[in-house]
């Protein structure tokens, strides 16, 4: 299946603040995506990688990454949520690992958004994260005029927090535009193109996540040898 790519500009208090690019890829039970987000101006030069893989049906997520990269180097977050051995570990480098046990199926910030676009006009309460429950409140229909033409969208606000996710009425309801409160102001992300693309870059371990199994060696059998 193709991957969906949509773009984002981003904007601080009315001042342009970078770029986004989220893609999302379904392959039977299993969605990937990752998100893209290059800021500058307002909010300081930095990019922003995170990558998901979560149930493409019940939304819970099987593993989580966010990258960060600065100026003055780079972060890594990572975490793996284990249903089957009952816990989930948080790494930030090779010597900083915990771990929890796992008592909920947990979303990562990726995907929510996944789920949000599903709602179709319903609210959801107690969506567990790791540290919190999410509540995502369902307030209305709107029209907005985008970078697409006019469109209608589903408003949703999220508690706690006070975002507000935009998604299309039509599918494939698409996240029209996001706005997310910070301590200073709003950042929002405003939809600017939809295309596809034939791959998705995911975990390194993906490939066999995938169905790629290896080609299984038989023992070679020894030919005997004549005797004179």
Do not use: C
């Not at 960060?68 to 972060?75: A, I």
Request: proline letters at 4%.
């Amino acid at each position: 299946m193709s991957v969906e790519v949509v773009s984002y500009r981003l904007s601080y208090r009315g001042r342009p603040a970078g770029t986004q690019v989220i893609k999302t890829e379904v392959a039977g039970k299993v969605r990937r995506m990752e998100a893209k987000a290059a800021f500058q101006g307002p909010l300081g030069n930095a990019t922003v990688v995170q990558r998901s893989r979560s149930s493409a049906q019940h939304h819970h997520s099987i593993r989580f990454s966010e990258e960060t990269q600065e100026r003055d180097g780079k972060r890594v977050f990572d975490v793996q949520f284990d249903a089957a051995a009952g816990l989930v570990k948080a790494t930030t480098g090779p010597k900083d690992v915990a771990t929890v046990p796992y008592i909920r199926p947990y979303r990562d910030p990726l995907s929510l958004l996944g789920q949000v676009r599903a709602l179709a006009g319903e609210s959801v309460h107690g969506v567990a994260m790791l540290g919190k429950d999410v509540a995502v409140q369902f307030v209305g229909e709107i029209d907005l005029n985008t970078a697409l033409g006019d469109k209608r969208a589903w408003a949703y606000v999220m508690h706690p927090g006070g975002s507000v996710v935009y998604v299309d009425t039509q599918a494939p309801h698409a996240i029209l535009k996001l706005t997310q409160r910070l301590a200073d102001g709003h950042l929002d992300s405003l939809i600017v193109s939809i295309a596809s693309e034939p791959s998705l870059e995911g975990f390194a371990d993906d490939a066999g996540k995938r169905g790629q199994q290896p080609r299984r060696r038989g023992r070679r059998r020894q030919r005997r040898r004549k005797r004179a």
